[in-house]
């Protein structure tokens, strides 16, 4: 594990690396981007902060049908000042088929960097405060504060294509089970999407995410589980005069692998629009 960790730890440093030549930031590429669908993915994150005095409001909502669970997250995404710092936060409400529960999880607090933004690359790294507010004795939450890192590549391979890469870990020391026992936790998280533009205000999608995380158990030990998914989907914008733009979407996660015969629907649904 620890050997991950640092591998991961000096690829994340490689590419910060590699990232500090180009000196194109956000201000440069601005105006090939303003009329796409840009940064409203369902599970991948896209390497585009919010653009400067503009807002976005983010909801989606997911249902596994095998599980019996579903999850419901509303985020929030400002830039400060500028697009090249964006802060957010984002609060999740989830339910559980067994045991029967449902309640607020734990609540993210995130920074994000715009490193680069010229084309055709984009790179944001993303660090994340993770708030043990879910109640761990019901299975909402870990009951401790978690740290997350995640990588996420932009890149347009043409008018038409965009493609987006994600590599990320995620540390809880301390994190408890319902009876109290603690360990640390680890865990890992790969996906990638290919965006096929149709037309600049309608998006067809198709994303792959791989997670992979540690739950403890009542005797203190850790058992890692994974789970697999494309959700292929669609995406449209509708524009307004005054600067308001509104996303929805709507997917379909298939599970294969460790999450076979596993099927639901993710439903998505963003507000952007000017500060002032």
């Known amino acids: 594990m620890i050997k991950r960790v640092s591998r991961f730890l000096l690829y994340s440093a490689l590419l910060l690396l590699i990232s500090t030549w180009n000196t194109g930031y956000a201000e440069e590429v601005k105006e090939l981007h303003e009329n796409k669908i840009m940064d409203n993915s369902f599970l991948i994150e896209e390497a585009y902060n919010q653009e400067d005095g503009v807002i976005q409001h983010i909801q989606t909502f997911q249902y596994l049908q095998k599980s019996k669970t579903w999850g419901y997250t509303f ?48 790179l944001s790294p993303r660090f994340s405060l993770i708030l043990p507010t879910g109640d761990y004795k019901k299975g909402l939450g870990s009951g401790a504060i978690g740290y997350q890192v995640n990588i996420p590549i932009s890149i347009d391979l043409s008018k038409e294509w965009v493609t987006h890469w994600n590599m990320g870990l995620t540390l809880t020391p301390g994190s408890k089970e319902a009876g109290g026992a603690k360990a640390d936790t680890l865990g890992f998280n790969y996906g990638t999407s290919f965006i096929y533009m149709v037309s600049e205000n309608f998006n067809l999608m198709c994303e792959t995410v791989w997670n992979s995380s540690e739950s403890v158990q009542s005797d203190g030990t850790k058992q890692r589980g994974d789970t697999f998914f494309i959700n292929p989907g669609f995406r449209s914008a509708i524009n307004f005069e005054s600067g308001l733009q509104i996303v929805p979407g709507i997917a379909a996660p298939i599970g294969l692998g460790p999450s076979e015969n596993e099927y639901g629907v993710f439903l998505y649904l963003s507000f952007e629009h000017p500060l002032f």
Request: glycine share 4%.
């Open 75 to 122: 985020t929030q995404e400002w830039p400060v000042p500028k697009q090249t710092h964006q802060l957010s936060y984002t609060i999740p409400v989830n339910h559980l088929d067994t045991p029967a529960e449902t309640g607020i999880g734990d609540i993210a607090l995130n920074y994000r960097y715009q490193l680069i933004f010229k084309e055709p690359i984009a």
